[in-house]
């Protein structure tokens, strides 16, 4: 059985806007000027990190963007970005998530487009002031110290825990989209330029939420309320698939343009566009509903194969439904069509790439034939090989005489090899699918059959194979597993990908920020929240913290080779200081609540002073000692001239053990009585 050659990809038609990014991706000139603000790169050593900076004066009763830009510039905890030759096999190596954001090999120059962790540090340069409204602020507040208090209680079991944060970060990002839901605009990345900051910081968090806090099986669209049932977490794939549907929809017409047409959806040339985007998307019932409702009488595709007019008729027509029947049972059968099941390393899944391959040798089989065998009405003269959607470009003679002798008309036969190519994973076919640089990344993780993870498990753990292999494997386990993956998918599509249409907008925050998460680079996308949203920026932080993965992507780590001296310079710097200052970023936050005289819910009729938020969040602190010192600053320049406001002092002082204060607030109260008293 002859072999035909592979299908073309790169020659597919695009959607891509070009206009929206760089005009190249590897500029031969200087480096990529920054985003906004002054240079990032001093002629000094490089800055420390916002996280980790010396200089952060946390003490500062009102900080000021002037007073904390020169702390913001956060070194690059992850280093630079490498090589395109490195394969996804050296990434089996790596022990920690973050070990995929230092791809190895050759470096990127420093202010490069796909540098993510320079263009996310000269974003984190500004940081928000105070701007959400009050039933925001509030109710976010309300959820973490709720959450912060389920914590320390000595009987929850860390399982309810983590089920307490699936219910606050689900809570927190209905707060959050109340007013503007965080989704990405049209033929674009994230919400639209016009949109207000809180919704693209919530379009970022409910993406990282998802991530590490990953919603349960019996509860995925709601907020957990119960914490004492058996559940499992949803597997990430499956729920990557609804974030692209619910916030991620770049061409969200097209399905519908193409079934509710008074022509037949293959008459469009678009139509196997969608096919490939709706499979790489894991929308498997319009890529079935496409396929069912096509009658290929009318395939525009016909005229690739040299037809004079659309449509296949006689064998060639039969020939076609057949191998199209195939395909509509083959994705059918797909775990994830028939029940939802995106465990796409488990044994169910397996069973279907196993479907896969067969179906492409009894395609190529049956594909095989002479040419009075063809079913073709007339035979593919030279002139009828030009073709619109599908490149023969390199094909030897023995390649074009396959293609003239198939059964089976060749557009239709690469089309439905790239949909193969898709269904099985293959880097090409869904890149060359996708319709931008989110959707490659998210669907190379998607359609993952986890090979490489059992590769290495092979390798490093032969001796206790069979064990490994009997025992299920953990939530925590799986989730890391496919993050790692994100990490290496984004590698493929943006450093191993000359396609300057699939890369990252160096000049959209959004679009940066969503690197870092692909990537775990969780000080470059903390920065940008708090640009973004001071109380977003803060929220994440408090749940990393909580979650454990705030400082996943800054532990110590071995330096690839291949960087030349300047970089590592760079990363040596970095790591001299490399743990997330939590507390910085709580006191930054609980500051700017005590300049705002008060907080009023017009719902709830509740009511609470800047100072008292202030001191709620500061209790929160990790640092017992920094934590007091915060409190007795905020509560040090609150006016206590009032009655009321003094007991409220007092009650605060005596709840967290603050006699002194208190004692001092009391003589200051005293003193305006008798002052008052005396000028009476």
């Not at 806007?17 to 480096?31: C, H, I, K």
């Not at 089976?408 to 996708?434: C, D, F, H, M, R």
Request: hydrophobic content about 35%; glycine content about 8%; overall charge negative.
């Amino acid at each position: 059985m002859f072999q035909f050659p592979p299908s073309t990809p790169d020659a597919r038609q695009k959607r891509h806007d070009v206009s929206n990014f760089a005009a190249s991706t590897t500029p031969a000139g200087a480096p990529l000027p920054l985003p906004s603000g002054p240079s990032t790169t001093p002629a000094g050593p490089p800055p420390s990190s916002v996280f980790g900076s010396p200089h952060y004066q946390s003490s500062v009763p009102f900080p000021t963007n002037s007073a904390l830009d020169s702390n913001v510039l956060g070194s690059s905890p992850q280093g630079l970005p490498g090589s395109p030759d490195r394969s996804e096999d050296d990434y089996d190596a790596m022990e920690e998530d973050n070990e995929f954001n230092i791809p190895g090999g050759r470096s990127v120059q420093r202010g490069d487009p796909r540098d993510i962790p320079y263009l996310a540090k000269s974003f984190g340069q500004t940081l928000a002031q105070l701007e959400e409204g009050d039933e925001v602020v509030l109710q976010t507040e309300h959820l973490l110290k709720t959450l912060h208090h389920s914590s320390r209680v000595a009987s929850v079991s860390s399982r309810e825990l983590e089920l307490a944060t699936v219910a606050t970060t689900t809570d927190l990002i209905e707060v959050w989209e109340a007013q503007h839901p965080a989704q990405s605009g049209l033929a674009s990345i994230g919400p639209g330029p016009d949109a207000p900051l809180i919704a693209k910081a919530a379009f970022l968090a409910k993406l990282q939420f998802l991530l590490h806090h990953p919603p349960t099986r019996t509860d995925v669209s709601g907020p957990l309320r119960s914490s004492a049932r058996t559940t499992q977490l949803q597997p990430l794939p499956g729920l990557l698939v609804a974030w692209l549907s619910n916030s991620h929809k770049p061409y969200p017409q097209d399905v519908e343009d193409l079934l509710d047409s008074h022509h037949d959806p293959c008459e469009d040339v678009k139509y196997w566009d969608t096919i490939f985007a709706c499979t790489v998307r894991g929308q498997l019932h319009d890529t079935l509903a496409l396929l069912q409702e096509a009658n290929f009488e009318y395939a525009i595709t016909a005229l690739d194969d040299g037809a004079a007019k659309p449509g296949y008729h006689g064998r060639q027509l039969g020939n076609v439904q057949r191998v199209i029947g195939r395909t509509i049972q083959l994705i059918d059968a797909c775990p994830g069509a028939q029940n939802a099941d995106w465990n796409t390393k488990n044994a169910e899944w397996a069973i279907f790439r196993k479907k896969v391959h067969q179906a492409i040798a009894d395609l190529e089989t049956f594909a095989e034939g002479n040419a009075s065998e063809t079913g073709y009405d007339e035979p593919l003269q030279a002139e009828h090989f030009g073709m619109s959607s599908i490149r023969h470009d390199g094909l030897s003679m023995y390649g074009l005489s396959q293609r003239a002798t198939s059964k089976v008309p060749w557009s239709i036969y690469q089309n439905l090899k790239a949909l193969y190519g898709v269904l099985l994973g293959t880097s090409s076919e869904v890149v060359a699918s996708s319709a931008d640089w989110v959707e490659a990344t998210i669907g190379l993780t998607v359609w993952w059959d986890g090979e490489d993870e059992r590769s290495k498990q092979l390798t490093v753990h032969r001796r206790s194979l069979n064990k490994s292999q009997s025992s299920p494997q953990s939530d925590s386990d799986s989730a890391a597993s496919y993050r790692k993956r994100l990490a290496a998918a984004f590698h493929i599509v943006i450093y191993q990908n000359d396609d300057a249409e699939l890369q990252v907008n160096p000049r959209n925050s959004v679009e940066v920020a969503l690197a870092c998460i692909f990537l775990n680079d969780i000080e470059g996308l903390i920065g940008i929240l708090r640009g973004l949203s001071s109380t977003v920026g803060a929220a994440v932080t408090e749940i990393g913290g909580m979650g454990g993965w705030l400082g996943a992507a800054l532990t110590s780590q071995k330096l690839p080779g291949g960087l030349d001296q300047s970089d590592l310079m760079v990363l040596s710097y970095a790591q001299q200081d490399r743990g997330l200052k939590r507390d910085d970023i709580l006191i930054y936050y609980a500051n700017l609540l005590a300049r705002r005289p008060s907080f009023r819910n017009t719902q709830t009729k509740i009511a609470r002073d800047g100072w008292q938020l202030a001191t709620q969040v500061l209790c929160r602190l990790t640092n017992a000692e920094t934590s007091k010192e915060q409190i007795v600053n905020v509560l040090g320049r609150v006016d206590v001239k009032e009655a009321d406001r003094v007991e409220q002092v007092l009650t605060t002082c005596n709840q967290l053990g603050l006699l002194e204060i208190g004692r001092q607030t009391a003589e200051v109260r005293r003193r305006h009585t008798l002052l008052g008293s005396n000028e009476c």
